[in-house]
């Protein structure tokens, strides 16, 4: 094992390579640049076997993923943005041919206006294309997600792709340092790839011919079944990486001081991180809260979720928004809990064009709840005036 | 300081001089020396050659959750003396907290000095005798970094040689080296 201290992005690249992947067609874009460039260079020292494809576009990238991937081999790619968005007709090409490929996607803000920084709309509006979705809160859980990724989306159980969600400069252009276990240690983690099934000119098959409603069907509740197999099989493969590495991020959730909470609040990404600092200074005043992190949104926790409202009273912060609904995350979560729990939920929008979300931004907010003073759901700290 | 305290450092310079790298190497430095929770990130945003820029550093014993900007540096890092006049640098600054500038004055020469802990010293004018250049122009953000020592104990001026070593082999990373040694030798402190 090995400490590296690099940005999110070179991580992942490390990641990415570490895992042997045969095939990684990609287009850069910023805040994802390092990260091809990243793998690049490893074509460049030979530590990246596989084939590095410069594609024209992000649609081509995601062309070439499937054609890889269908062929039998193990794929990876990374995007962010507008790339993410120009990919969405093969994003879902990709999850319903069932193709394990695993991407990084950097979570940044969707123009105009042109911004750069980090907000969660680009992967949330790729939400019900079928594929897997972490969030990701430190370059340690990138690493190891990467990994864990193709362990996940091979399974025969699961053959859905999984995009590892996260934040544009927060996390992708920080230095933080990392624990890199060996190669032969990876590769006992992540044995080979063995696709169920291949495009193969020695048996010629076809694959996504025209179908009958009836087998249509078929596929999507086989997809489903998959992502509710993929809830089992996470907390497995996190456990065994605990096992093996000692390092554990979560399952679907990350709980953080819950115990005995009566206010817990609910975060994706980096925001899940600086709550940390929030929910042990907002202890220290004597504030029975915690946290929950959601490490994934698709599959959904919804049982995690239900299991903390019958305990507390839920607060939601929404680096993301449904135009015309609200958050997200704040949506999903009160959908887990009707019917079971009439636990009281609020819901924030926070963060959107990359605005900084600090601990002192995150304890105010719990404080307003905890103080019975916050609505359903607003707008922290809104500077445009109006309601 | 307490060894189990944040520490939190900004670096002011301009684009091209250095100052996220600058960053990157302290850290690198700092987890030598047993650190356990270091980030380095610029400041999030296009950076164009010439302009006001900033990165920032986090050095702790534990691991770091902080996702946010540093607001309030115990140690300010300037690389540019001329960003003095257009970039309020003291903005935020702790009340025992520390700056460090690269500048041929001392540090009663800045009227700030009654207030803050002011450290300074020529990084400009070690690059030039070191002949560290790029394009002309003196490379200051390893010359500075030999510096911070002198100013913060979490970090040693070996460990600095070290990730210095390894990122520039041979006799690029020598000179640098050097440069650090007559950086650290060279500091004036006020206090």
């Known amino acids: 094992m090995t400490v590296m201290i690099d940005t999110g992005n070179y991580i992942a690249a490390k990641a990415a390579v570490m895992a042997r992947p045969a095939v990684v067609p990609a287009y850069p874009i910023t805040p994802q640049t390092t990260l091809v460039e990243g793998i690049a260079n490893y074509v460049k020292t030979g530590e990246f076997k596989g084939e590095y494809i410069c594609v024209e576009s992000e649609h081509s990238a995601m062309c070439a993923c499937i054609g890889a991937s269908a062929a039998g081999v193990r794929t990876f790619t990374g995007t962010s943005s507008h790339g993410l968005l120009l990919m969405h007709e093969m994003l879902h090409w990709a999850a319903l041919a069932r193709l394990p490929i695993v991407m990084c996607n950097i979570n940044r803000v969707i123009g105009p206006g042109w911004n750069i920084w980090t907000d969660e709309n680009d992967s949330i509006s790729q939400r019900d294309t079928g594929w897997i979705q972490f969030y990701c809160s430190s370059n340690q859980e990138i690493f190891d997600t990467v990994i864990q990724s193709f362990k996940l989306a091979e399974n025969k159980k699961v053959l859905l792709p999984v995009m590892i969600n996260y934040n544009a400069f927060i996390l992708s252009h920080t230095s933080m340092p990392v624990y890199i276990p060996e190669q032969k240690e990876i590769d006992d983690f992540l044995q080979k790839y063995k696709p169920q099934w291949k495009l193969d000119v020695n048996n010629p098959i076809t694959f996504g011919n025209i179908i009958l409603p009836v087998d249509y069907e078929k596929i999507r509740k086989d997809m489903q079944n998959s992502q509710e197999n993929a809830k089992k099989l996470i907390p497995e493969i996190a456990k065994e990486w605990k096992k093996k590495f000692g390092r554990y991020h979560g399952d679907l959730i990350e709980e953080y001081k819950c115990d005995g909470a009566d206010h817990i609040l609910l975060a994706m990404g980096a925001i899940g991180a600086e709550s940390k600092v929030s929910i042990n200074n907002l202890r220290k005043e004597g504030l029975k809260i915690g946290l929950a992190r959601v490490r994934t949104f698709r599959p959904f926790p919804n049982e995690e979720i239900l299991k903390l409202g019958k305990q507390a009273d839920l607060i939601v912060i929404d680096r993301n928004i449904s135009i015309g609904s609200e958050g997200a995350l704040f949506s999903e979560v009160k959908a887990s809990l009707y019917g079971k729990s009439d636990t009281k939920v609020h819901g924030f929008i926070a963060g959107l064009g990359g605005k900084d979300v600090t601990y002192n931004d995150i304890e105010t907010i719990c404080r307003k709840v905890v103080e019975g003073k916050a609505k359903d759901c607003e707008w922290y700290g809104f500077e445009g005036g109006g309601k | ?191």
């Not at chain 2, 006001?52 to 300037?78: K, Q, T």
């Not at chain 2, 907290?97 to 009227?111: C, R």
């Not at chain 2, 070593?165 to 640098?176: M, Y």
């Open chain 2, 1 to 191: 300081m307490s060894s189990k305290a944040l520490v939190e450092i900004c670096f002011h310079g301009r684009g091209g001089q250095g100052s996220v790298t600058a960053a990157n190497l302290l850290v690198a430095a700092a987890l030598k020396d047993g650190n356990k929770g270091v980030q380095a990130f610029p400041l999030f945003g296009a950076e164009r050659r010439g302009a006001p820029i900033r990165a920032f550093a986090r050095i702790s014993d534990e691991e770091i959750h902080l996702r946010s900007e540093v607001y309030f540096p115990d140690i300010v890092i300037v690389l540019d003396e001329s960003i003095i006049e257009i970039v309020d640098v003291l903005k935020g600054l702790k009340r025992d907290g520390k700056i460090l500038i690269n500048t041929t004055k001392e540090p009663e020469d800045f009227d700030f000095s009654n207030k803050y802990h002011v450290a300074t010293v020529d990084a400009t004018g070690v690059a030039i005798k070191h002949d560290i250049l790029v394009g002309g122009i003196p490379v200051v953000n390893t010359p500075i970094l030999g510096a911070v020592p002198k100013i913060l104990d979490r970090v040693t001026l070996p460990s600095i040689q070290a990730v210095i070593k390894n990122k520039w082999k041979g006799e690029g990373g020598e000179i640098n080296v050097k440069a650090t040694q007559d950086a650290y030798e060279s500091v004036d402190v006020n206090f």
